[in-house]
């Protein structure tokens, strides 16, 4: 194990008009607060060491290797130049088993890019991040992940002053499709060709001798994209903020910001305070998802055919495959979530009326599948229906046509429906104590986070907390 990071920055390779080398800001009292020793051991560093880098992990070192990065977007549809207007990737990391991902700082001060901002994050955001992206994690969900939090010291104003913090994150890449969309229109061809050849080396290197590997590699985002975005749909993640510079090529999710998981399944569901028109709502997403690999294919047009029409074909080719990835994996994830081994006909009826049943007693997502994984029926809340009743016999039916042991049976149910998920009264509860200085709620919350599918925590997690009486709202930009 090494203590020492030795950063690379093959990504400075590419034309600068890609990044920005700035200063950087140091702060005056940073103080770690939170470290993730399993994520930095399993990039074999060793974690004691590391701990001691307070002054790297709060922006304070200049590392010869670090940039931040140019990007475009959609933002809720619209075109925006962008780039990392509050982050500073620090270089590249290379695993003892060969793995490169790179090591980013969120919050380390005003940058190329910042448009007006002031390159700082708050505590609350910061650690609302570290708990989601630990909590895809461990529920099997790709994503970057977080290694650290150093508190600053500095108050950074937002709606008042807050108590300012730098974010770790590690990723397996930056590139976003926004990446693309800079590139095809900051850039020339070049450009796009050079980004596109950078990014099949670092995610898709078996492609790089393909003569049509950028037809190629826009199917493997496609695919990494709808089995990303199923999975979601699969414990009912809301992203919030499905923007095209916030979707990765590599596959993982990022930027837990406006996100939550939903408790009372309604596919309308929004928790973004900003997005009034549903644009991101949970039964939005999968479609998001598409949208935004049209903008990244537009942006490999050039690169896909001799003709407008042959590239434009071929780009179809790929894109409508997301569809059918998407539907397979959903569907396949969702049969099992109801302790089906093997999808066949009529399953997706049986899963459809679950979910309209779910729709119209306004049950908890998490918990319905969670009481049919325990076979704990009468607590469901169409029990007592007469549909209820109907549904409940015919999944009885087709699960003993299985002709599986129940144990079987229970044993697919545990490996698809969590038994824990970040709850937003949990999470809320930990921001808060977090900024007032007690990381303690937060440490205790994210031991249960790391084990979703462990059904012995105590009903405390479980529990979707007090009713509400006004919708829960998250917030971007924090
Ligand atoms: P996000 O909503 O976090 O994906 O951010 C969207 C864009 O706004 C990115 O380009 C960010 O870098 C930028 N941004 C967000 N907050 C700040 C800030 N406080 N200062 C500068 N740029 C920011
Ligand atoms: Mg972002």
């Known amino acids: 194990m090494t203590t020492n990071w030795n950063f690379e920055a093959s990504y400075l390779e590419l034309r600068d008009i890609f990044y920005d080398q700035g200063n950087i800001h140091p702060v005056d009292k940073p103080e770690l607060v939170l470290f993730n020793t399993q994520l930095a051991e399993s990039l074999g560093l060793a974690p004691v060491a590391i701990q001691n880098e307070v002054d790297l992990f709060a922006g304070n070192r200049q590392v010869e290797t670090a940039f931040s990065q140019a990007y475009a977007g959609h933002q809720f549809g619209n075109f925006t130049m962008l780039g990392d207007g509050r982050a500073l990737i620090l270089g590249e990391w ?8 790179d090591v980013q700082l969120k919050g380390s001060g005003p940058t190329a890019y910042s448009r007006g901002g002031d390159g700082r994050a708050a505590v609350g955001p910061m650690v609302r991040e570290y708990l989601i992206s630990e909590a895809m994690h ?6 970057n992940r977080a290694l650290a939090v150093v508190k600053t010291g500095e108050a950074i104003m937002r709606q008042g002053p807050k108590h300012g913090a730098v974010l770790t994150r590690v990723a397996s890449s930056h590139l976003r499709v926004g990446t693309f969309q800079y590139a095809a229109a900051a850039g020339s061809i070049d450009d796009v060709i050079a980004l596109a050849d950078y990014a099949i080396r670092r995610h898709d290197p078996d492609l790089m001798d393909a003569p049509n590997r950028y037809e190629q590699f826009l199917g493997r985002v496609v695919e990494r994209q709808a089995r990303l975005i199923a999975n979601w749909q699969l414990v009912g993640f809301i992203h919030g903020v499905m923007n095209t510079d916030n979707m990765f090529i590599s596959g993982e999710g990022l930027d837990y910001g406006p996100c939550a998981f939903m ?6 569901t929004v928790f973004s305070s900003i997005d009034h028109e549903g644009r991101y709502a949970y039964a939005n997403q999968p479609y998001i998802g ?26 179809n080719k790929q894109l409508t495959r997301y569809t059918e990835l ?5 569907f396949t994830g969702l049969a099992h979530k109801v302790g089906l081994y093997a999808r066949k006909e009529g399953d997706d009826a049986l899963t459809d009326e679950l979910l309209r049943l779910m729709l119209e007693t306004e049950a908890d997502y998490t918990n319905t599948f969670r009481s049919l994984t325990l076979g704990e029926i009468e607590s469901l809340p169409f029990a007592t229906r007469e549909d209820g009743k109907a549904w409940i016999q015919a999944w009885r039916k087709r699960i003993g046509e299985q002709g599986l042991p129940n144990e079987d049976v229970v044993r697919i149910m545990r490996q698809y429906n969590p038994s824990v998920i970040p709850r937003n009264h949990h999470v809320e509860k930990a921001i808060l104590s977090a900024e007032r200085g007690d990381f303690g709620p937060t440490e205790a919350l994210l031991q249960v986070l790391r084990e979703p599918y462990n059904y012995d925590h105590s009903s405390e997690y479980v529990s979707p907390g007090p009713p509400r009486t006004y919708p829960y709202q998250t917030f971007c930009g924090t």
């Open 326 to 330: 998407y539907k397979e994996t959903y």
């Open 290 to 315: 598409s949208w935004n690999l049209a903008r990244l294919a537009e942006t490999l047009l050039p690169l896909l055919g001799e003709t407008k029409e042959e590239a434009v074909d071929v780009a």
């Open 138 to 143: 461990a529920l099997g969900i790709p994503t």
């Open 263 to 268: 408790d009372t399944y309604h596919p309308h």
């Open 94 to 101: 290379v695993t003892p088993n060969g793995k490169r991902v």
